[in-house]
């Protein structure tokens, strides 16, 4: 159901809300600096999840048990392992930002400024997951994903973003598990100031103001 949402608000929003709401350089937005700066960040993205992850399993590893009974379903030893990677990698991805970030993000933010706007879009991005610990997990990530698009203003690097950071999530499965736990921690402890510092690195496009932005909205985006 939920998927069967997404695809359809995302085919509304490249048919119609698209053409209405108008598009900035996606050239500028996804220039070579930027493009290294969002796969690093979704790279510590994952780092970022695995902290959140672990310190809700001190507080409660029934959480975190149930969370792993749910997942296992998907597993790609289970089920058709192109089909997964189609899905969770790309297909998910794409839907997701054309929605949460393409239409409510940009629809909020002209009634509701930055900040609230990027805080509550990531709380409502963690909710649509239906779970508790991607609901805590998740809720950085829609933040990095609004920084994202707020600076590129392109969709493009959001969904880039978002596509990267599914992917890595099989690629560290894979690699961390057959390292040593202080490489875990040590890599995990990096993440944090890594997707910090790439969130305030990455290049912001100067965009045109919009006729119907007011002087409070104009002087809002130049502080961002």
């Known amino acids: 159901m939920g998927s069967e949402m997404c695809i359809r608000d ?19 937005g996804l220039c070579p600096g930027n493009i290294g700066i969002i796969i690093a960040m979704a790279l510590a993205g ?61 629809t909020m933010r002209k009634a509701f400024g930055f ?28 933040i990095a994903l609004g920084v994202i698009y707020e600076k590129t203003q392109t969709i493009w690097a959001s969904m880039l973003f978002h596509l990267a950071f599914n992917s890595f999530s099989y690629v560290t499965d894979i690699v961390l598990s057959n390292m040593p736990d202080i490489f875990n921690m040590i890599f995990d402890i990096l993440c944090i100031p890594l997707f910090i510092i790439c969130m305030i690195k990455l290049k912001k496009v100067n965009r045109l103001a919009e006729p119907s932005m007011t002087v409070k909205e104009r002087t809002e985006y130049e502080e961002v």
């Open 115 to 142: 900040w609230f706007t990027l805080v509550f879009s990531a709380i409502v991005f963690g909710a649509y997951h239906m779970n508790l610990v991607q609901f805590i997990y998740v809720i950085p990530v829609g």
């Open 10 to 28: 995302s085919l509304y929003y490249f048919l119609i809300y698209r053409k209405k709401k108008g598009i900035y350089s996606v050239k500028e």
């Open 46 to 106: 994952q780092g970022v999840s695995m902290v959140i992850m672990n310190i809700i399993n001190i507080i409660s590893p029934a959480t975190i048990k149930k969370y792993s009974e749910m997942v296992s379903g998907i597993e790609l030893g289970k089920n058709n392992p192109l089909l997964i990677i189609f899905t969770v990698s790309i297909m998910a991805p794409l839907a997701e930002e054309l929605l949460f970030r393409g239409m409510i993000y940009s």
